[in-house]
């Protein structure tokens, strides 16, 4: 293994260590200050139609939207060069790639728990197959599902970059517009999370952020095309 590889392979053991001893620590917390809270948790998991399913894939999707966005915005700051004032070129860079691919494991999981939920009772075919179940708001649920088929190759291409070349590479990041627009919809209307203020937030937040990133970059490039002309 080369140094560069050890050196990623010891932030990813440190950051999986971290989230760790998050968990735990926020577990701790709980406990002390709200003991009912883990009480009635642990209530709704052995409960005949348990709910804690539901709400770790809540939970779960919210963690992978932010992550999603956080690595639209950190692409968009490579690319405008934002990246390097902070946090620089190479962390920017390497930060972009966990993100998503951490996303991606958080969605996974999202998708995933809600085989426990007894609510709506999901099989594991409609969970995988765009707009496969008429039970729960079928359009915007099934724009999730296929936001996450379209983020797969975008997430794992950077495994196959040296392949497909660079310019391949950079025109299959372009999916990442369409598919944070699809899970933002995703969101905010299939969520059932969309109306807390906090959530709203972090949806309108972030999508600011996007924008605003976006005709940044719109700029440079017009700008870059007049000087080429000139």
Known sequence: MDEGKALEFVVIVEVVALLGLLLMGGLLIVALVAPHWLVGWWASLVAPEPKAFWYLSRI???VAYTLLSLAVILGLSI???L???WPGGPAAVDLHQFASLLGLSFTAF???VLLGDHYIGYSLSQLLIPFA???YRPLWVGLGQVALYV???VALSFYVRRWIGYQTWRSLHYATFGVYVLTTLHGLLAGTDAQNPLVLALYGGTALIVVGLTVHRLRLSALQTRRALS
């Open 110 to 112: 999202h998708v995933l």
């Open 151 to 153: 983020a797969l190759p």
């Open 79 to 81: 690319t405008n060069k």
């Open 83 to 85: 990246a390097r004032v």
């Open 60 to 62: 779960a999707g919210l």
């Open 133 to 135: 179940s008429a039970e």
